[in-house]
Every structure is written in C-alpha cells, then in structure tokens.
C-alpha cells in the first residue's frame, strides 16, 4: 500500500475509532483501534510495511518526548526514590523474572530473547495508569508512585529491550559490558538531551528577543523537537535517544514558562498541536498493532512446535506473571511504608492487586516489539518473532479487558478507561489533588454558575427588537446548563434514571399532551386543514421519539430520532439552496398552527405546575425555564414567518453573544474573588472564553 494512501486510511480508521467510542463509552478506544486494524488487514487484505528505525523515531520519539512535558513534577519530585526504584529496578525484576518464564514456557524462544520480550512489556501506559489508579481509590503515595513510574519506565524498558534484541541477533552478551554500556547510553543520552533542549530553548528565546514572534514557527519547532534530537543521540552520539526524548521532554516543562511573557498565546496553540499529534499517534500504532495480528496469527497458529490453545494460554500465562510480579513490588513497597500510613494486611493486598491490574500495556510495548528484527546476524530467521508479536498484542488486549473487567467489580467504580491521546492533563490533575481538600467548586459546577450568569444578562437585555436572537442564544445557554446538570444527575445515580431528568420527562410530556390536545381541538373545529394536520401529527411524533431516547441506552428509537434530524437537516440545507421567495397558504397554516400548538404547551405546563400537589414536588426551575424558552423561541421563529436568519439578526446575535461572554469573563472573576474556584480552573475557563471570542471573530470576518 502507497504510504500516502496508508496515512490517510490509518487517519480515517482513528476517526471512526472515536466516533465508535462516543457510543460505547466504557470500551477503551484502543480495544476499538484494534478491532478496527484486525478488521481491515482480514476484510481487505492491508499490509503495512515496518522498519525499526523510522518506526521508533515517528512513533516513540514524540510519544515519550509529550510524556516529559506533562511530567507532574512537584507530587513525583518527593517521591523521585521510589519511583526510580520502580521504573528501572522494577523493570529488571520483571525483565528478569519474566524472561525466565517465558523461557520456560517456550523453550524455542531464546532466552535473550524471552528477557527481551519481558522488558517491552514492563511499560505502561501512563496516562492508563493515572485513569485506572483514580477508579481504584488507590492512596495517594501509591498513586503518584505507579503513575510517576509509569512516565519514565519507557526509556528503561526499552534499553533493556534493546539489548535483549542485540544478545538474541548477535548470539553475545556480557554482563560488564552491557553493564558499562547501560551506564554511557543512559548518561550521555541524558546529558545530550538536556544540552541539546536547551539549546534549542536558547535559539528560541533569541529569537523572540529579536522580535521573531511567529507562533507557527515556533509550534512547529517544538513538534520537529523530539525527532531532531532522537536523530543526533541515536546516530551521532550512540547513545539512547529514548532517555534523550524524555529528559528533553521533562526540560522544556521545566522552562517553557519563560516563552509566556513573549508569547502568551504559543502555550495555547502548542498544547492543541500536541493533542492532536499525539491523538493520531497513538490511535496509528493500535491500528497497526491491529493489522499486524493477522500476521502474527497466521505465524503462530501454524507453528506446529505449540498448538493455539496453547498460545492463547500462554498470553493469559505472561500476562498472570507481570500482574503478580507488579502486584508483590506493590505489596513490598506498602509493608516497607506501613509505618506512616497503617493499614491492614488484607487492605495492602487489595491495594497491591490493583496496582498490579492497572499495569495496563500499551503504545510503547506495540512500538517496541513491531520493530523486532527479521533476521538475525548470520541472516537467518529471527526465531519466534510472529510468537512474540502475538504475546505481545495478546498481553496488551488482555490487560485492558481485565482491567475493565475486574477493576470495577473490585472497586464499584464504572468510568472509561482512558489511554494516551485522550487530552489528559496529568500535571494539571495532580495539582489539583491540592486543592481538592478546599471547599472549591469543580468545573461542572463552575460552568453551571458561569452559564447561568449570562444567560440572566441575555434576559435582561431581551426586548421587542432582539427577541428572536435572545431567545436563540438563551436556548444555546440553557441546553449548555441542562447537560451539565445531567451530567452530574447521573454521576450521582448509576441504576436508575437520574432525578433531573426524570423531572424534565415528566415537564416535557405535560407540555406535549397541551400541544397535542391543541393540534386535535383545531383538527376538530376545522380550523386547520388536512395537510396541517398530517404535517402536526408527524412533528408530535418526532417529539414522542425524542421523549423516549432521554434517558435511555440505545434501541430503536435512537434509530429513528437520527433519521429524522437528517430529514430535518437535509430540508434546512435544500431550502437554503433553493429558497423561495413566497410561502405558499399551507406553510403560513402551519406557521400559525405551530404557533398555537407552543402556547398550548405553555398554557398546559403552567397549569400543571399550578396544582398543590406538583407544588409540592418542587420541580427543578432550570428544567422548567429551559422548556419555557424553547417555546417561546418557537414562537418567535414562526411569528417572523420562519424566515431564514437575517444580517440584522446575526448582527444582534453577536452583540449578545460578545456581552454573553463578558458576563462570562466576570462571572469568573467572582469566583475567583471569593475563593470558591482554583486560579488554574479560572485560568481553563477563560482559556475556553477565549477559544469563543476567537471562533465569533473568525465566524464575523467570514461573513463580511
């Protein structure tokens, strides 16, 4: 397959991934990327060709170099000991101790292949480790430990790795030898990348000094970093570019503050950059890892030295030993530790088998082990490698579905788990554990206040001439409030249908019955027509579906509502294109009968909730304001004829918007006046303000 056309089907495929993950939330995307590569390389036969070295510095070089910019370095520094302990000794112990059983399990596989093979599989992935380590409730000392270990024990693991590879090729290995050279390609490759950072931090600074502020130009340098710095340590000095990355990573942390006082919005662009970058990458190698099954399948299942039964036992048999070795590490560290936070056996034990499951394998493991060679020095076959490909896809298929498996049936706790690429900010959240202990209001609840703010402003600033507008921008404000508090609804209840919107159903379906009743009083006084009629009796069905999705998992009526917002859709693009200038006497029926259908809604709803016994229930006002508003939007839009949305109109709807997001920016302010928000959630949430006022100014200049 052409590398162009490979690109974009690998891009198509990651797309799709997510798009099938919104659906199926508590199924890791990379489960999916995988099925997806397995389903294409048996469906249509597509091969992608690896080599080691380009495999390693497209894939490994910014994957480990983002890992080191998002290093949370303030929890982890006081915990640097142990941590070291566990990315690099911990690494040895289960290069050492798996690759002895593997051995022993596969005797055909070599054994400085078989360590080899351990020591891929000792990384894990970090941002899977802090996801699945917050679910488990572990400590927090045990927390920032495997979370700090699992930022900096890619570079061990695969030098490690790298040796193995080199005894298995080679046929020689020597202790002292590796030993020393262990020693020279960790400290130069360290040494090199920090130089060599900070050389090019230098270069940048010098030229913003000079007034050379293009933030293109500089996002772009600092994408191209990690590659040109893995090429001058692997190929000039000999030393390991994967350390090199990860300190470079770890150095332009440390120091990129310095670039804000030049260029404030570089921060912004920079981290969009590097989600996406590292998005697509990670999503890239899953796929891979799946496409390349077929082969390692096809290699192993064939293998007549060991039967699939076999190999499938031997998958759950590797992966068994790297959760007891992970888990007893644990479990040591904990007893070692007992002291200043006391607890019992039976609790440590718990705690050391959730640590050991949330070893969860991924990116750096698939990278790693794809970029086995061959061929050996003499030119033959490298022995085994479909088996080891298939371990280790195999090990890390197995540990994200016993990771979802088993860690919420010990934990109680249902989230997805997530990977990297999925736009988590570990120094962030390890910031905010700080904070957590205040009486600080989180995100949610924030944007709840903040939404709420300038929804208030809008009403007030509503009269006759910008009615519509307000009323559109309201409907945006309180859709934005209603799904928030719905989030938190069913935060709180996992069973049952959560409290808010059982209210909004309830609300929803007594302003349907008013409308309802109203279509079939007009329908009987003839007031209406038989086309207006059949058109109303279609809209309230459209309705009745839309009530029975709410609050539902998906069936056949989720079905149905898609197919009717694309009809919806597909009328408002071809009226666009086509408009008409004259409305014909059954639109302007239909106009006025919409018209009386949303005053019924209002007229029943209103009663309703006028009776003692709803009185009582205490309904949820923003539920009732936000059914309120969608009325009287509706009315306006068919008290103007429906007409399509006119200059004046966006005219008025930016003016509000602009003041909207005004009373945003001070609603913030307030917060953060009065203690209730932390200075890094005000900071995100402005972030977020500025990302509008952006989007409004682009949204203005395209129209002009």
Not at 17 to 28: E, K, R, T, V
Not at 359 to 370: D, S
Not at 465 to 488: G, H
Not at 681 to 697: F, G, T, V
Request: aromatic share 8%; hydrophobic share 50%.
């Amino acid at each position: 397959m052409a590398i162009i056309e490979a690109v974009i089907l690998l891009i198509t495929l990651v797309i799709i991934a997510n798009i099938i993950g919104h659906y199926l939330p508590n199924l890791p995307v990379s489960l999916i990327e995988i099925g997806l590569g397995l389903m294409v390389a048996l469906v249509f036969a597509v091969k992608i060709p690896l080599k080691t070295d380009w495999f390693m510095l497209v894939f490994v070089a910014p994957l480990l170099f983002n890992d080191g910019r998002r290093f949370p370095k303030k929890e982890l520094w006081a915990l640097r000991g142990p941590i070291i302990g566990n990315a690099i000794f911990l690494v040895f112990a289960t290069t050492l101790i798996g690759g002895l059983a593997i051995h022993w399990l596969v005797p055909a596989l070599p054994l400085a292949a078989s360590f080899a093979l351990a020591a891929i599989l000792s990384p894990t992935d970090p941002v899977a480790v802090q996801s699945i380590s917050e679910q488990a409730d572990l400590p927090p000392r045990v927390l920032h430990l495997v979370s700090g270990e699992s930022l900096i024990n890619d570079a061990s693991g695969l030098i490690s790795f790298k040796y193995g590879i080199a005894a298995a090729v080679t046929g020689y290995f020597s202790w002292q030898q590796a030993a020393g050279d262990f020693l020279y390609i960790s400290i130069v490759g360290a040494l090199a990348g920090m130089i060599i950072m900070l050389i090019i931090h230098f270069i940048r600074l010098f030229m913003l000094q000079q007034g050379f502020e293009d933030v293109m130009f500089h996002t772009i340098l600092q994408l191209v970093t990690p590659f040109i710095i893995y090429l001058i340590v692997e190929d000039l000095f000999h030393a390991s570019g994967v350390i090199a990355v990860v300190v470079a990573g770890i150095i332009s942390h440390s120091s990129r503050n310095i670039f804000l006082d030049f260029l404030p919005e570089l921060k912004l662009v920079t981290e969009q950059t590097w989600s996406i970058s590292v998005y697509l990458l990670n999503g890239i190698v899953f796929l891979i890892l799946g496409i390349e099954l077929p082969v390692a399948m096809h290699n192993t299942v064939h293998n007549p030295m060991i039967n699939t039964s076999e190999e499938i036992l031997l998958v759950l048999a590797v992966w068994l030993i790297l959760v007891i070795v992970r888990g007893l590490w644990t479990l040591a560290y904990l007893l070692y530790t007992n002291q200043t936070n006391p607890k019992t056996f039976r609790e440590n034990i718990k705690i050391a088998v959730l640590s050991g499951l949330s070893g969860v394998r991924g990116a750096i493991t698939m990278a790693g082990v794809l970029s086995v060679p061959t061929v050996l020095a003499d030119g033959s076959p490298f022995p085994q490698r479909g088996l080891m490909l298939f371990i280790a896809a195999g090990v890390i298929i197995v540990s994200l579905v016993m990771a979802v498996v088993l860690i919420p049936k010990l934990t109680k706790v249902k989230a997805p788990i997530e990977m990297r690429g999925m736009q988590r900010d570990l120094e962030a959240e390890a910031a905010a554990e700080d904070e957590a202990a205040a009486d600080l209001l989180d995100e949610t609840n924030a944007k709840i206040y903040m939404y709420k703010v300038a929804a208030s402003m809008v009403e007030s600033q509503r009269h006759i001439d910008n009615n519509r507008a307000a009323l559109d921008l309201l409907a945006e404000y309180q859709l934005m409030i209603r799904r928030l508090e719905s989030q938190q609804s069913e935060a709180s209840t996992s069973d049952e249908l959560p409290p808010l919107i059982a209210e909004e159903l309830i609300l929803r379906q007594v302003a349907f019955d008013g409308e309802r009743q109203k279509l079939e009083s007009l329908w009987a006084e003839k007031a209406i027509s038989a086309k207006s009629y059949r058109h109303g009796k279609r809209k309230l069905r459209q309705k009745q579906v839309m009530l029975s999705v709410i609050g539902t998992s998906f069936n056949w009526h989720h079905v149905q509502l898609q197919v009717y917002r694309a009809w919806s859709i597909s009328k408002r693009f071809l009226t666009h294109l086509w408009p008409r200038h004259t409305k014909s006497p059954s639109e302007t029926e239909w106009q006025l009968t919409e018209r009386e259908m949303a005053k019924a809604g209002i007229k029943q709803l209103s009663y309703f909730l006028k009776q003692p016994e709803n009185r009582q229930r205490h309904y949820n006002r923003q539920v009732i304001y936000q059914i309120i508003v969608r009325y009287r939007n509706q009315i306006e839009n068919m008290k103007n004829g429906g007409r399509s949305k006119t200059a004046i109109y966006e005219r008025q709807l930016q003016k509000l918007r602009i003041k909207a997001l005004t009373n945003e920016r001070a609603a913030i302010q307030e917060l953060l006046e009065q203690h209730k928000i932390s200075w890094q959630l005000a900071d995100e949430l402005r972030k977020n303000i500025n990302y509008s006022e952006n989007a409004l100014i682009l949204a203005r200049t395209d129209t002009e």
